[in-house]
C-alpha cells in the first residue's frame, strides 16, 4: 500500500524568508496529492493540491511541485509570514480516494 | 464552498458511557465520508472509510464494535464510541467528498473527547 514520508519533523525559518517542506510517496498509481495547513486544535484547511498530470502549481505565496519519476512532491512557502505558523500535512491518494496522511511539520515563523 | 459541520465540538463523558458525534455536509452530497482520529502533536489517523448506504471499512486495528459508524444519508454520517474509557480521549475530525473524484477532501471542525 502507499507509505507517505514527510520532512522535517519541524522547520524554523525567518519572517520573511521561505520554507520548504518535502514528501515522498511509494505508490506509483497515486494521482492526487494535497497540503493541508492545521492550525492547533482546529481542523486541517486545504492550502494547495496537485494532480498527476502537473508539475507545478502556484497560488499566490504557495506553490507545490510534483515529481512523479521520483515519487516526491514539495511545498513552498515564499515570503513567509507569523500567521504561516501551523502543522502542514502532506498527503497521496490511494483508491477510494482515501488518503495517506504524511506525520506533519512544524512550521515555526521567528519575528 | 463546501462545509462539513461536525457536532458536538467538545464533549467530557464518563467512562462507560456511550458518546455519538455528527457529521454533516451542508451544501453536497457526501457520497463518502471518512473518520479520523488525533491525537496530540501526531498525524491524522483514518479510522474508517463510509459509503452512504453501506457497512463502514474499518482500518486495521480499529475495533467495529467500539466505534460504530452510521452513513444513512448523503448529508450524515455518525460516529458512536461506545463503553468509552479514558484511553479513547482524543481529537475525532470527520471529513467528506462527493463521487466525482476531483472534488478535495472537506473537513468538519473536530470533536475532543475527554473520557473522566
Known amino acids: 500500500g502507499e507509505n507517505v514520508e514527510q520532512h522535517p519533523s519541524t522547520l524554523s525559518v525567518q519572517e520573511g524568508d521561505s520554507a520548504v517542506i518535502k514528501c515522498t510517496y511509494s505508490d506509483s498509481a497515486s494521482n492526487y496529492f494535497p497540503w493541508y495547513k492545521q492550525e492547533l486544535g482546529k481542523r486541517p484547511q486545504l492550502i494547495i493540491d496537485i494532480r498527476s498530470n502537473v508539475g507545478e502549481k502556484k497560488d499566490q505565496r504557495i506553490a507545490v511541485t510534483l515529481n512523479k519519476t521520483a515519487k516526491h512532491f514539495s511545498l513552498h512557502i515564499t515570503e513567509t509570514q507569523p500567521e504561516d505558523s501551523a502543522v502542514y500535512f502532506c498527503a497521496a491518494d490511494d483508491s477510494n480516494y482515501q488518503l495517506i496522511w504524511g506525520a506533519g511539520t512544524k512550521l515555526i515563523i521567528k519575528p | 464552498g463546501a462545509v462539513v459541520s461536525q457536532h458536538p465540538s467538545r464533549v467530557i463523558c464518563k467512562s462507560g458511557t456511550s458518546v455519538k458525534i455528527e457529521c454533516r455536509s451542508l451544501?453536497?452530497?457526501?457520497?463518502?465520508m471518512f473518520w479520523y482520529r488525533q491525537f496530540p502533536k501526531q498525524s491524522l489517523m483514518l479510522m474508517a472509510t463510509?459509503?452512504?448506504?453501506?457497512?463502514?471499512?474499518?482500518e486495521q486495528g480499529v475495533e467495529k464494535d467500539k466505534f460504530l459508524i452510521n452513513h444513512a444519508s448523503l448529508t450524515l454520517s455518525t460516529l458512536t464510541v461506545t463503553s468509552a474509557h479514558p484511553e479513547d480521549s482524543s481529537f475525532y475530525i470527520c471529513?467528506?467528498?462527493?463521487?466525482?473524484?476531483?472534488?478535495?477532501?472537506?473537513f468538519g471542525n473536530g470533536t475532543r473527547l475527554t473520557v473522566t
Open positions: 471529513s467528506a467528498t462527493d463521487s466525482s473524484g476531483n472534488s478535495p477532501l472537506h
Open positions: 451544501d453536497f452530497q457526501a457520497t463518502t
Open positions: 463510509s459509503n452512504e448506504g453501506s457497512k463502514a471499512t474499518y
